[in-house]
């Protein structure tokens, strides 16, 4: 089969490493959407569709050319609607709360100057999910205004700052199957080595949150995605959700992804009809970017 990497860097390590599991048997390329300026049909070129594409780039580009792809009748994982989706912090926040998902409570606003009167201390993100976007703690009028000053025409979503362990628990799922981490939160102070140890892989995922985090899946359509919860003893707090997620150094993600890979090629090939590799939450998520 002929795999197909939308990338930037198709260097990236679970990209490579994915690479390399397909090789021996399938063909794998890469495609950089950004690269230049050409439509979606001219970067494609000559010759029928790959059988399947993984979008890992989330640029306006790459997902023009997953839609494209999509309305040939190729199969992308993940589909184009679900990613742009994901790219959006406020339709990602009212999609989750509409769900019922445990989603941070957010609030939008066209500039962080028209932020109605914040309670303090809060968390400011660029709405549009993107490299060397704004992520940052306020903890005062001051330090509002001043950031205000810095990203003056910038849109944004406000969050609550919600006190934790200064840990996050990043859970990545590829097709149902659950890796997780801990990493220290850029946003707390410097925190100690978290309760239970450093060690925190799927045997140390409480079951509900491993739960909660296929709910994610089922909810936006994806199948490759990472969710990030909040670290503590309370109940889980999801504060942001990525398609198609580094994944790094986990062990066995590789092989997931490939294996998906292949699974998504299949279908597509039995399905024979236009439309990429869609669940029934991909649908619904079609509905919610085709409506803003």
Not at 202 to 210: I, K, S
Request: proline share 9%; aromatic share 4%; glycine share 8%.
């Amino acid at each position: 089969m002929r795999i197909c990497l939308i990338a930037s860097d198709p260097g990236h390590p679970v990209l490579a490493a994915t690479a390399a599991v397909l090789a021996p048997d399938h063909r794998v390329e890469s495609l950089d959407p950004d690269r230049g300026d050409a439509p979606p049909a001219e970067l494609l070129g000559p010759g029928p569709p790959a059988d399947v594409y993984l979008l890992k780039a989330h640029t306006p580009r790459g997902i023009a050319l997953a839609r494209h792809l999509e309305e040939l009748g190729a199969p992308v994982v993940n589909s184009a609607a679900a990613t742009a989706l994901c790219q959006d912090r406020s339709a990602m926040a009212d999609h989750a709360h509409r769900a019922g998902l445990p989603f941070a409570a957010t609030r939008t606003a066209a500039t962080i100057a028209e932020l109605p009167d914040p309670e303090h201390p809060l968390v400011i993100k660029s709405r549009h999910n993107r490299r060397h976007d704004l992520v940052a703690r306020v903890d005062d009028a001051a330090e509002l205004r001043a950031l205000a000053d810095q990203w003056p025409d910038e849109p944004v979503v406000a969050q609550p700052y919600l006190a934790g362990t200064g840990w996050d628990q990043k859970i990545w799922v590829v097709a149902g199957q659950v890796f997780c981490a801990r990493r220290r939160s850029e946003l707390a102070e410097p925190a100690a080595e978290p309760a239970g140890g450093a060690v925190f892989g799927p045997r140390e995922l409480p079951a509900d949150r491993a739960e909660l985090a296929r709910r994610v899946g089922e909810v936006f359509g994806l199948d490759v995605y990472g969710v990030d919860l909040l670290d503590g003893p309370a109940e889980p707090v999801i504060v942001d959700i990525n398609a198609f997620p580094g994944i790094r150094g986990q062990a066995g993600a590789p092989e997931a992804l490939a294996a998906l890979a292949l699974r998504a090629a299949r279908q597509g090939a039995g399905a024979g009809q236009a439309g990429g590799h869609r669940l029934p939450a991909q649908r619904d998520a079609e509905r919610d970017t085709a409506g803003r």
